[in-house]
């Protein structure tokens, strides 16, 4: 499958074999794993992306800064030294992945993003293996892969507004790491103007007054206190700062408040399930992000391949700069 409808940003062999020689080279980091010292490895990494990566790619990535689109795709970037299987309960050990991990946060530095890990999701881990765990098969988190995950955005129970703490936020970007993707399982994706733009005026109206309730998703039911479990009296729909449209939507998590609320909801699902969406295919090597607001992501159901070979994808929440700053870190 190719990615269709969107640009991936392809790196020359030449280029990938120069980074991860650099990045196998890479001494500052002694024990550091990205949960111990994200900064070393937002600032290692991304000095070695700087020397290697062809000017034309440093280029995009230093203008996306200044024009974020919605979604961005890396391939051919370099993994780990020596093969890692894929971790069958969710967790590995991160010092085999520091040539990924280098990869992913300096590209998040050269985006001028900021990771994010959430205390009671993950165990408080910024990268989250998204690998089928047998345990977790049924399960609608990113560890299962026997059901569908339907549209939704990542963590739509979290405070939307653009001064909340980012420890309470919904996460700005879904940032993801191809390790291996042998089934070919894409990541589909849904702009929320395509949604909007589909529905009657005062649908999207009734989506944007703070008449909803939003309940916290099943990857929460195992986390640590302190997490919240349901927020009442807030939109589904709220403009940003740039005047793009943002969205908070997870099935079976949001309800209307008001009838003309509850009416705006069903209309929004009828209209959801017939939008088709647009499948990106992150493969090993590859790097993926996109706007949490702007776009709404699903995954089909899948049968994984054998035992440390199934799909696995390195995902890390990220924040864009402080909001009115105007300028990346
Ligand atoms: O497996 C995928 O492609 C996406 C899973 C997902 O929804 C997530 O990681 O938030
Ligand atoms: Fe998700």
């Known amino acids: 499958m190719t990615n269709r409808g969107t640009r991936t940003i392809h790196i020359t062999d030449s280029a990938k074999a120069a980074l991860r ?52 795709t890396l391939a051919n970037l370099p993994g780990p030294s020596e093969p890692v299987p894929t971790p069958g309960d969710g967790f590995c050990d991160e010092a085999l992945l520091r040539t990924p991990n280098l990869v992913h946060f300096g590209i998040l530095r050269l985006l001028g993003l900021a990771p994010v890990a959430y205390r009671w999701e993950n165990d408080g881990r910024l990268i989250r293996n998204v690998a089928p765990r047998a345990a977790a098969a049924r399960t609608l988190t990113s560890w299962g892969y026997a059901q569908p995950l339907d549209w939704h955005t990542d963590d739509s129970i979290l405070d939307h507004r653009p001064n909340a703490d980012v420890a309470q936020s919904i996460p700005h970007y879904l940032s993801f790491f191809g390790m291996r993707n042998q089934e070919r399982v894409p990541t589909d994706l849904l702009p929320v103007d395509t949604v909007l733009d589909a529905l009657p005026a005062g649908t999207v109206q009734a989506l944007y007054r703070p008449e909803f309730a939003v309940a916290a998703p099943e990857s929460y039911t195992n986390g640590d206190s302190g997490k919240p479990l349901s927020r009442n009296g807030v939109p589904m729909v709220w403009t940003l700062r740039d005047g793009n449209p943002a ?62 070979r199934a799909r696995w994808l390195r995902r890390c929440y990220a924040h864009g700069p402080a909001a009115g700053s105007g300028s990346a870190p």
């Open 21 to 72: 020689t650099a990045l196998a080279a890479v001494t500052e980091l002694g024990d550091a794993v990205p949960d111990t010292e994200v900064d070393l490895y937002l600032e290692y990494g991304a000095k070695h992306l700087r020397n290697h990566l062809p000017a034309p790619v440093l280029d995009t990535l230093s203008q996306w800064r200044h024009t974020p689109t919605a979604w961005l």
């Open 247 to 308: 969205l908070r939507y997870g099935p079976g998590l949001l309800a209307g408040l008001t009838p003309a609320a509850r009416e705006a909801l069903a209309r929004f699902e009828e209209v959801v399930a017939d939008l088709p969406g647009i499948p990106v295919l992150v493969e090993e090597g590859g790097f993926h992000i996109f706007d949490n607001r702007r776009v709404m992501h699903r995954r089909v159901p899948f049968e994984p391949a054998a035992e440390g």
